[in-house]
């Protein structure tokens, strides 16, 4: 994968686009920034651990709920609800994400 490069995978399910076209990618794109769509969890779980060698991971989950009792908070942001400006660990996941 080159600097500045977009991969794109189409093809049917079952057809091997995570394991032969993706995580490859991503585990080339040493010096990239990468965003990644993975409702599943299964690329975060293959390539996070060598991706966290490299520099910060950060893994959103939008419908994820946070639970403080366990001290799970997920960082989100939501354009359209004014209260998830208020918590101080919110704001810290922004400015990490934003300066990453």
């Known amino acids: 994968v080159w600097r500045g490069s977009f991969v794109i995978c189409i093809?049917?399910?079952g057809t091997g686009k995570t394991t032969g076209c993706v995580i490859p990618a991503i585990f080339e794109a040493?010096?990239?920034c990468l965003i990644?769509?993975?409702p599943k969890g299964e690329i975060a779980e293959a390539t996070s651990g060598y991706r966290a060698t490299l520099g910060p991971v950060f893994k959103?989950?939008?419908g994820a709920l946070d639970d403080p009792a366990k001290g799970i908070r997920w960082p989100s942001w939501?354009?359209?609800g004014?209260?998830?400006y208020g918590?101080?660990?919110r704001q810290?996941?922004?400015a990490a994400i934003h300066h990453a």
């Open 11 to 13: 093809g049917a399910p």
């Open 30 to 32: 040493k010096d990239s």
């Open 36 to 38: 990644i769509h993975d």
């Open 60 to 62: 959103l989950n939008w």
């Open 78 to 80: 939501n354009p359209l």
């Open 82 to 84: 004014g209260d998830n």
């Open 87 to 89: 918590t101080a660990i």
């Open 92 to 94: 810290f996941h922004f």
